[in-house]
């Protein structure tokens, strides 16, 4: 008690001196109307905790917050040490006025910006792989810190942004020294920062463990860096900007009313309190009590509901006539799909090409033809679709085919080396590294078993068209379609299962051109996160010949009004980037819903469409798959095609295999050959 006290008195001289003569020394913390001087000696990790967000949290609580980074980098503190030894102009210095304008002036030296405002605060920091190595701080801190001293006001007051861990399998080579593992990186923080701290006199920023009690969190758990190490747009600069504000300010960042775009409305207080939280125990994690709601599993417990009728219009007419569902309410239920769930995908780009990489007219021991096709959007192939496609060689003529998206990689779904296996580099255009075996998803791909029957396989890696983690959409197609100067989707455009389906349409569009496949029995086929997006795809693009949904769960073929193993709010909170912005509205407010999953599988209607479940895999809710399947057979029934869906439920977990294939192709052969 005592100790906190004088700790929190010394933090407010501190501040005191640090504001200019005309203006009240504050009290308790800053007071409204206050201005305080903030400049951060970083890197990109200053330049992800301040450069955004931290103005704008000052202005909602009516603090002004003038703010300067210095950048460069990967800087380390030996340069910076250097950089002022030698009056070196290698940083670019953003500066956040008191209006909230910002400006990025390059080539500037560590003297310009001390000298451009009387800064209240400023704050020092280590390159974040030698962030845990006390050692890697001297003799360079303490020179540093001289350097400044000699060139702020009195009063000034020094601070070590104590940066945050990062995420497993991360591409950075720095992280071997933590053994590649988060936690060790962040203990090592946590010393290393409360050593210098209480060595140099410094107060801690403790933005690294705000982080790492957010990510402890059902909102945070892998949602906030955008490639593993830098803080995504969203919750990830959010939190540290929050954790800045508190550690400044000393004003409560609880219920501050600045938020930013694209994040679910469960991470703003997540966030919020991560940071509050973190600067009351900078040193070691809090466990915010923000646990996923225990699913409910109970039918006697799932609470009342009515599931809207697809054979009624909006206006509450009936659909009358097979021609009615096509020309009017189809559409009208596509839409609404398409603005309050998945978002709205640009269309076919007019800039699309294919190449060729890859053929091999012997693969498979001379069973298979081998393609792999590079599908780019647009004139930047930096982003691109590698489509492995599999044909039986022994075909007489073009085959039907099974179109899908793989986890891990078109290397991982066979042990057949022919595969181009994704390299280091190649994952580098992901954004983030995460390194899966040759054939390590080969149990879900019966490769041969497919061209043995007489069918073609196409699969491309998800990462191709985004990377399954919530980025706030630096990686992946999103940035290819951005307009106005946009960073992030608008809340009724495309999250990434809808970017997924996109890119499914984009994988038919080629293989319409390929003279192996016949592109009208083109099946999609999803299993899981991926089956959600096969589901989107069928019922966006009406070419695809038949649709396969393999325990699609919760935003896929699951009835979300029953809210059984997975719901709508526990999706959006683990995967805030799947779904579009709009879909966060009904969370916990499924009722709200002007539709429900049987109309999204009615939308595929009268094409054949297969949903299966496994009975080990309650979070997918197989009951909830089965009764949308029922209820969407009403539609096709009145399509005159009931028997075209189809329902099965194999034993065990949640999973693919060649049981669920051999149903799959069966089916194919009735309804697509
Ligand atoms: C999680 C998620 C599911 C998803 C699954 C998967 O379990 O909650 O919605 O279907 O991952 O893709 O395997």
Not at 284 to 289: N, P, Q, S, Y
Not at 557 to 564: D, K, L, P, Q, W
Request: hydrophobic share 40%.
């Amino acid at each position: 008690m005592g100790k906190r006290f004088i700790w929190a008195a010394v933090a407010l001289l501190g501040l005191g001196w640090g504001l200019r003569a005309a203006e009240t020394v504050p009290a308790a913390e800053l007071q409204p109307g206050d201005t305080l001087r903030v400049l951060a000696i970083g890197n990109s990790f200053s330049m992800d905790a301040v450069e955004q967000n931290l103005h704008e949290l000052g202005a909602a609580d009516g603090v002004v917050l003038i703010v300067g980074d210095m950048y460069i980098g990967g800087c380390s503190l030996e340069r910076h040490y250097n950089n002022a030894r030698g009056d070196i102009a290698d940083y670019e210095y953003c500066k956040v006025f008191a209006d909230g304008s910002k400006v990025r002036r390059p080539k500037t030296t560590l003297a310009y910006a001390l000298a451009d405002e009387p800064w209240d605060c400023v704050s020092f920091q280590q390159v974040s792989q030698e962030s845990g190595r006390y050692d890697s701080f001297l003799p360079y801190l303490p020179e540093l810190m001289k350097y400044v001293r000699a060139r702020v006001p009195a009063g000034a007051k020094f601070y070590w942004h104590q940066t945050w861990a990062y995420e497993g399998g991360v591409v950075h080579d720095g992280f071997a020294n933590y053994d590649r593992s988060q936690s060790k990186m962040y203990n090592a923080i946590m010393e290393a920062s409360e050593r210098v701290c209480r060595e140099y006199g410094l107060t801690v920023i403790p933005s690294g463990t705000a982080i790492q009690n957010l990510r402890g969190t059902a909102v945070g758990n892998d949602n906030v860096t955008r490639d593993g190490f830098h803080l995504n747009n969203t919750v990830g600069r959010y939190t540290a900007a929050c954790t800045w504000y508190e550690a400044l300010t000393g004003r409560n960042v609880l219920g501050n009313r600045y938020t930013v775009a694209y994040i679910s409305p469960e991470q703003v207080p997540a966030a919020q309190s991560a940071a509050h939280e973190a600067v009351r125990k900078p040193f070691a994690r809090t466990d915010l009590g923000i646990a996923r709601p225990e699913a409910n599993y109970d039918e006697s417990r799932i609470p009342p509901y009515t599931l809207p009728d697809p054979l009624t219009f909006a206006d509450g007419k009936k659909v009358l006539t097979p021609e009615q569902w096509m020309a009017r309410r189809r559409p009208e239920l596509l839409k609404l799909f398409e603005t309050e769930m998945y978002g709205k995908a640009p269309g076919r780009p007019e800039k699309l090409h294919f190449k060729l990489l890859k053929r091999n007219d012997n693969a498979f021991g001379g069973k298979a033809v081998l393609k792999e096709v590079g599908i780019y959007f647009t004139d930047n192939e930096s982003q691109y679709i590698r489509l492995l496609v599999l044909t039986p060689k022994a075909a007489k003529g073009p085959v039907p085919a099974f179109l899908g998206i793989n986890f891990m990689g078109n290397h991982a779904i066979s042990t057949n080396e022919e595969i181009t296996m994704i390299g280091r580099d190649e994952y580098a255009r992901f954004g983030r590294y995460e390194e899966y075996p040759r054939g390590e998803n080969a149990r879900r791909w019966p490769v041969e078993m497919i061209l043995d029957r007489g069918y073609g396989l196409a699969t491309f890696f998800r990462s191709d068209i985004d990377p399954d983690w919530d980025d706030s959409f630096v990686n992946g197609v999103h940035r290819l379609f951005y307009k106005n100067g946009k960073l992030h989707p608008e809340d009724d455009e495309w999250g990434t299962v809808a970017a997924w389906a996109w890119g499914l349409s984009r994988a038919l569009d080629y293989l319409e051109t390929d003279a192996d496949v016949d592109g009208t029995k083109v099946a999609v086929l999803g299993h899981s996160r991926l089956g959600k997006a096969a589901l989107w795809a069928g019922a966006t693009d009406p070419r695809f010949a038949m649709v396969v949904s393999n325990c699609s769960g919760c935003g896929g073929a699951a009835i979300s009004r029953r809210a059984v193993g997975e719901t709508v709010r526990v999706i959006n909170n683990s995967f805030p980037h799947w779904f579009c912005g709009n879909f966060k509205k009904y969370n916990d407010n499924e009722g709200f819903l002007p539709f429900d999953q049987h109309e999204l599988l009615a939308l595929i209607a009268p094409r054949p469409l297969c949903v299966a479940s496994a009975t080990q895999d309650a979070w997918a809710d197989p009951a909830g798959e089965k009764l949308a399947a029922d209820e969407a057979r009403k539609v096709y029934d009145f399509l005159g095609a009931g028997d075209r869906v189809q329902y099965h439920t194999r034993e065990g977990g949640h999973d693919i295999v060649a049981y669920d294939w051999n149903y799959y192709l069966d089916f194919a052969d009735r309804f697509v050959r």
